[in-house]
């Protein structure tokens, strides 16, 4: 496959507005759709990517179950193709609720690390796979980037050096990783797995919320330090008071936020806690609850 050398299509498309229902063709071929579910947790809203292809029209991500979104889908794909395949990153709702609803109104295939939740895939996915789309020279390979989600998955689209990257990585913000599901040490492991990548193959980022970033190595590299920063101010926190439930250590952790955004800060400190458990640096003899109490270890 020929490699498309990086150009202007880039900054054109960070340039072009995120507006609900309005698709954007991104690159050569991939349009950018925004659903229209705007929250404190998917930023401006979920980004369906759609993959004009030879053969069919491929969705990654058709995301949460809305009439509007399912319909601007369809009119985006008009012209293109039937939809034939549709990939999903993970599943949660705001990327998949909408997966069973538009396989039914295409037969299309589903492709997902799993069955779970509203997925249940023609086909699971593996780390490593390549995903090949009929006789189109186009391919995508899998990369499994568990941490946010334990089946969460990253698509490559080489010709591009472009990263599907659902919620592993999105602009503007850190995703939360909520336990038990959600796992940091599995998460920093994925970052870095990324982020080796940005050194010879990735140069842009399609995340699953927000514009595309097209500085991959720069922006992991700074979410692997605020995270670590964050475990540290965690691990201090809990050295001062010894003992400790999350709640007692969300002030201390997370003065930088909004005391609105606690609730959600409560997982990923969580996250934190059962990590440094992991590592040996804190005890909890029910780490499975979010209501424990924490202890630093000596």
Known sequence: MMVIEMTDWVVEAKNMPLETSKP?????????????????????????????LKGGVAVIDPGPDDEKH????SQAS??????????????????????PKLALATNAQILSYGKRDEIQPTRELANGEIIRFDDDGLSLEVIHTPGHASDH????????????????IMEGSTVVIAPKDGDMTEYLESLNKVLERTKTEIDVLAPGHGQLLDNPGDVITYLIAHR??????????????????????LASVYSDVDKSLYPIAT??????????RQDGL???????????????QP
């Open 70 to 73: 399912i319909e601007a889908i």
């Open 78 to 99: 008009t012209g293109l193709g039937p939809i034939k395949w549709i990939i999903a990153t993970h599943a949660h709702i705001d990327h998949s609720q909408l997966v």
């Open 282 to 296: 804190a005890f909890s003899e029910d780490p499975d609850s979010i209501e424990s109490v924490w202890k630093s």
């Open 153 to 168: 998955l990253c698509f490559f689209h080489k010709g591009l050096k472009l990263l599907f990257t659902g919620d592993h």
């Open 228 to 249: 670590l920063h964050r475990e540290n101010l965690v691990l201090e926190s809990l050295k001062k008071v010894q003992s400790a439930t999350i709640s007692n250590l």
């Open 24 to 52: 954007v063709e991104i690159a050569d071929g991939v349009i950018r759709l925004l659903a229209p579910n705007p929250s404190v947790m998917t930023g401006p809203g979920t980004n369906t990517y759609l993959l004009a």
């Open 267 to 276: 997982y990923s400190l969580w996250a934190h806690l059962r990590k440094l």
